[in-house]
């Protein structure tokens, strides 16, 4: 089955530190989704990546599609204590249906 | 607010009871999809309907685990004999149909099972 690395699993920074992040997979996805998770709410979108090799930015955000389809990354610049919360990547396959999850890494940002 | 919705937001049950939640879509989006999510796990996906069809199921959605799009526009998920295992937040998306299917999320209705 598909296995889907993200890390780090937590981050703990001062504000106006930059932060990175990213996902490994063992498979070749489509598309590439980064979301954010605050506690008891639903994830909400950041940044969509459909192209591999392509690189988007969403105000501070960054998030690059690998080139090889199995990887991408994401970048906070500057953050700030309401970047906390849960940041998932969750790319998707063949399929129009479901996406897959990574673990999540949780960042914690202090002032 | 043209969100995705989700009715009950939280839910407490007896362990063997059946329960029911609901999903109200984007408006105009054909897309729906289920997730289920445990503590300190990313969602894992549940199903999808296109419009009334229920194209994809997990192998979690066991023989307790029913779910309805009957008009193509809202959706209910229903566990029957729940069981403690079942609690998790339960999360519903949409997205339109295209190569761009981006999917947007609800805020989750919270079951817990005494």
Redesign the interface.
């Known amino acids: 089955g598909q296995q889907l690395n993200q890390s780090p699993q937590s981050m703990f920074i001062q504000e106006g530190e930059d932060v990175s992040m990213n996902c490994t997979s063992s498979s070749i996805f489509n598309t590439w989704l980064w979301y954010k998770q605050d506690p008891g709410e639903g994830p909400v979108l950041l940044i969509a990546l459909y192209k591999a090799g392509e690189l988007t930015s969403n105000g501070r955000l960054t998030a690059q599609f690998g080139i090889t389809r199995k990887d991408s990354f994401l970048n906070i610049s500057a953050s700030i204590p309401s970047d906390v919360g849960i940041y998932f990547c969750a790319p998707r396959g063949t399929s129009y249906g479901k996406l897959t999850f990574g673990q999540g890494t949780i960042l914690t940002v202090h002032p | 607010d043209t969100g ?1 919705s ?1 009715d009950p937001r939280h839910k407490i049950t007896k362990r063997g009871q059946n329960v029911t939640f609901r999903c109200d879509p984007i408006s105009e989006h054909n ?1 729906l ?1 289920w ?1 289920r999510q445990t503590l300190g ?5 549940l199903t ?1 309907f296109q419009n009334e069809a229920q ?2 199921k ?1 192998r979690l959605l066991s023989d307790r685990f029913s779910a309805e799009r009957p008009k193509g526009s809202f959706s209910t998920l229903e566990i029957q004999r729940t069981e403690q295992g079942d609690s998790a937040m339960y ?1 519903c ?1 949409s997205s339109p149909v295209g ?10 209705t ?1 079951l817990t099972v005494l």
């Open positions: 995705v989700q897309r999809y997730y796990q990313g969602p894992e996906f999808y194209l994809e997990s999360l998306a190569y761009t299917d981006t999917q947007y999320f609800g805020p989750g919270r």
